[in-house]
């Protein structure tokens, strides 16, 4: 039986005036890969945020490499992280190097590991650029390296091809069918593309505030009753809470009230 | 001439306290230009004025109550950022009109302005004191020590906070100490440029050096560069022309810039007509 990486039992997590997440429980074990779908809006960052302790006010228990994560927060240390593309500001002055080299704070640092990072997502020469003469591909690869230089057990990917072209997108599968299936890194991928995570992840999570479905691939996408149901469904919630939000604020679950 | 001015005591005082405030306004400000704080300087140069303001008024060396009123201003500035969610640029908008007008309120009430006062106003380099010049001398290497062990950690943060954050950074803590080396820059520098000016010393030499284009590392040798070459310039020029030491200085740095951003805007207009010229050529 492999390890327990992740565990999510019970999470509810709600911002301002509406819940964001709604006692959301899923398993992740040693060399999963793990897809998240679900609507814009649905949560998937919100559950990453709590995961990754910026959120800390949920409701519920996160348990990372058996510890619970409010505990203490030294799991950190063994997690990648890629956000989206787009939260980066890219006039920053800052190279791509500098960059890879943000993820060894804190530990043994090495200019042989920069560089073998660099290399591995297929930047060599771009060492000394600026991010702001990259592509969006490009820098998406520069973020996968500074995730990976700490050599992690578990990468955490959030929408990480949004702004992407199609050839950078497929290098990008490639590493992380590599990283997933020749390294045993566990891979917990939040996307839209249902293609894509169909072909690379073995596991998918469908959620949109509650959890819709949570097993293997096969069983999702081979059974078109039960994805249509699990992602219409929960594509119809996103809809119906919408509604709520701009007609009846009194619908709306006090998050104080968790 | 050059030698001449050399010479004198004062003028190598000077430029020796120029050079160092000028080298840790410059590194302080990238962090400040980068984290969108360019004002900071500003807000914390005119709480300074309310702290100088009440050490006129107390009789104690005003620097040391604008040290204490800055520091405190700071810290109380990102706690009420914290708790009230009020934007950075609306604190920072608090910040320095409510020091403004603590410094008048007690100015009026001492009887009005002093030539001392107006020293801090507009700054007064050439009437640096040896105590003022080892003020200056601590606090720098104080100030350098510091950022220099944070520097990666602060770089991150000022790169992205969520990502440092997941990356095991203690981000607010960096926050906070990097607000109170700011502070004491801020403070410090003001000997130099003076209240009124102090932030173009903190804002200009940085966006001069991330036009350059270079990393980090190299923007931020290139900020300090251009920040100790217009403190040098400006203090001669405004000696051999008899001028403002401050205006000279800040003037020299806006020269600079210009000249930085001109010839930016320039190779990039030769190097797009070169692309032209090729493509005509090899359509021919």
């Known amino acids: 039986m492999p390890a327990e990486i992740v565990s999510v039992e019970n999470v509810s997590f709600g911002y301002d005036s509406s819940l964001s997440l709604e006692n959301v429980s899923f398993k992740a074990y040693e060399g999963d890969f793990l897809g998240i779908i679900g609507p814009n809006g649905a949560g998937k960052t919100t559950l990453f945020r709590c995961m990754l302790r910026v959120l800390l006010g949920y ?28 939260s980066i500001e890219q006039g920053f002055p800052v190279t791509v190097e500098e960059v890879v080299s943000f993820g060894l704070i804190g530990r ?3 200019k042989d590991k920069i560089s073998s990072a660099i290399e591995e997502v297929g930047l060599i020469g771009h060492n000394k650029k600026r991010i702001g003469e990259l592509s969006g591909g490009q820098l998406q690869r520069v973020l996968i390296a500074k995730s990976l230089v700490a050599d992690p057990d578990l990468l955490i990917l959030d929408e990480p091809t949004t702004a992407i072209d199609m050839e950078s997108e497929n290098k990008f599968y490639s590493l992380l069918t590599e990283l997933n299936k020749e390294r045993r890194m566990t891979i917990i991928w939040s996307s839209h593309d249902l293609d894509a995570i169909k072909k690379l992840a073995d596991k998918v999570a469908c959620i949109n505030k509650r959890l819709f479905f949570h097993g293997n691939v096969g069983e999702f996408f081979n059974n078109e009753k039960l994805m249509m149901s ?28 968790l | 001439m050059v030698f001449e001015i ?28 980068l984290k969108r704080h360019s004002l900071f300087g500003d807000a914390m140069s005119h709480v300074a004025f309310g702290g100088i303001a009440i050490g006129l008024f107390t009789n104690v060396y005003p620097l040391w ?5 800055s520091i405190l201003a700071a810290l109380g500035m990102t706690k009420l950022r914290e708790f009230a969610k009020i934007p950075a640029d609306s604190a920072v908008a608090v910040l320095l009109s409510s020091g403004l007008a603590i410094g008048i309120v007690l100015i009026s009430l001492s009887g009005g302005f002093t030539l001392d006062l107006f020293s801090f106003l507009f700054g ?3 009437l640096v004191s040896v105590q003022d010049l080892i003020m200056i001398l601590i606090v720098s290497s104080i100030v350098l020590a510091i950022i220099s062990l944070i520097y990666k950690g602060l770089t991150y943060v000022t790169f992205d906070e969520e990502q440092a954050s997941v990356g095991g950074l203690s981000v607010k803590n960096i926050n906070y100490l990097f607000i109170v080396i700011a502070s004491v820059t801020v403070i410090a520098s003001i000997r130099l ?8 010393l903190i804002v200009l030499p940085n966006i001069t050096a991330i036009t350059m284009g270079k990393g980090f590392k190299k923007t931020a040798i290139i900020s300090c560069g251009i920040s100790a070459c217009s403190v040098i310039v400006g203090i001669i020029v405004s000696y051999v022309m008899n001028i403002a030491p401050s205006g000279a200085i800040v003037l020299t740095a806006t020269a600079i810039f210009l000249t930085a951003v001109l010839g930016k805007h320039t190779v990039r207009k030769i190097r797009r007509s070169d692309i032209n010229i090729q493509d005509v050529t090899m359509s021919d």
Do not use: W
Not at chain 1, 63 to 85: A, C, E, S, V, W
Not at chain 1, 239 to 257: Q, R, T, W, Y
């Open chain 2, 193 to 200: 440029v003076g209240v009124l000016l102090i932030s173009s």
């Open chain 1, 59 to 86: 409701k519920g228990t996160i348990k990372l490499f058996g510890q619970d994560i409010r505990d203490d927060k030294n799991y950190l240390k063994r997690i990648g992280y890629i956000p989206q593309t787009r």
């Open chain 1, 230 to 257: 699990a992602y219409l469904e929960s594509s119809m919630q996103a809809h119906m809470h919408s509604h709520f939000d701009v007609n009846n604020n009194d619908k709306i679950v006090d998050p104080d009230g």
């Open chain 1, 108 to 110: 043994k640092y090495t």
């Open chain 2, 6 to 33: 050399l010479a004198f005591g004062f003028m190598q005082r000077a430029l020796v306290a120029g050079v160092m405030i000028a080298i840790i306004c410059s590194i302080i400000g990238l962090f400040l230009v």
């Open chain 2, 124 to 126: 007064s380099i050439l």
């Open chain 2, 65 to 69: 109550t604008a040290f204490i009123v």
